[in-house]
């Protein structure tokens, strides 16, 4: 009999202490796996925010690139583009579409000399159409090396004289930068309650004007 108590106590141990042990092994190889899910998600994580700053800072390079490379053409000629482009779409306004000088508004040199701008020019502005109240675009000229350039970003600002006789200083939205030249534009519709100082236009002859200077190469 005493035999058998030794026997089925002996049993009992041993299936405890086996028992004991795969609760044991089984925490750990729980502990293990959560730590290497955990390690797996931080490094998917890190390697997320790594491809997307990385994604931006490329953008942001190529952004840089275009502007500190000076575009091989001239003033006029980039103005010829613009206008060209944007009188595609005005047959139906004879001043608009046959642009000349003479309806060209050119503001001050020596006086935006500078905030940086060398030249300028109000490709268009005015009425057109029974709903828009006012356009305008404008082609600037931009000294590199100026403290103005480089401040200068799409969706910004440009300050510049408008006459010689006066130091009101205007302000237009820049909507693209193509080497040293700078594009602004904007529209006002219904007695201005509608703005649009950004692409895209609701005129498509901005449209278009912007689009041929982002392709000026």
Do not use: W
């Not at 503001?107 to 109000?122: F, L, T, Y």
């Not at 006012?134 to 100026?146: A, G, H, K, N, W």
């Not at 300050?159 to 237009?172: H, K, P, V």
């Amino acid at each position: 009999m005493k035999k058998r108590i030794i026997t089925v106590l002996l049993a009992a141990t041993l299936l405890m202490t086996a028992c004991t042990e795969t609760a044991k092994s089984s925490d750990k190889e729980t502990e293990v796996k959560e730590q290497v899910t955990t390690t797996t998600t931080a490094e998917a994580e890190t390697t997320s925010e790594e491809e997307t700053e990385a994604s931006e800072s490329e953008m942001d390079a190529a952004a840089d690139e275009k502007k500190d490379a000076a575009l091989n053409m001239s003033f006029d000629e980039v103005k010829d583009a613009l206008i060209a482009a944007y009188a595609t779409t005005n047959e139906s306004n004879e001043r608009l579409a046959n642009l000349t000088e003479n309806d060209l508004v050119v503001p001050p040199v020596d006086k935006n000399a500078p905030m940086g701008i060398k030249k300028a020019v109000i490709c268009s502005c005015g009425s057109f159409g029974d709903d828009v109240i006012y356009i305008q675009f404008m082609l600037f000229e931009m000294d590199m090396e100026s403290d103005a350039y480089k401040e200068l970003k799409v969706g910004g600002k440009i300050n510049y004289y408008l006459s010689d006789t006066s130091d009101f200083i205007s302000d237009e939205p820049v909507i693209a930068i193509n080497g040293q030249y700078v594009l602004t534009a904007y529209e006002t519709y219904h007695m201005g309650d509608d703005y649009h100082s950004k692409p895209p236009y609701t005129y498509q002859g901005l449209n278009y004007a912007a689009d041929a200077f982002k392709a000026l190469k």
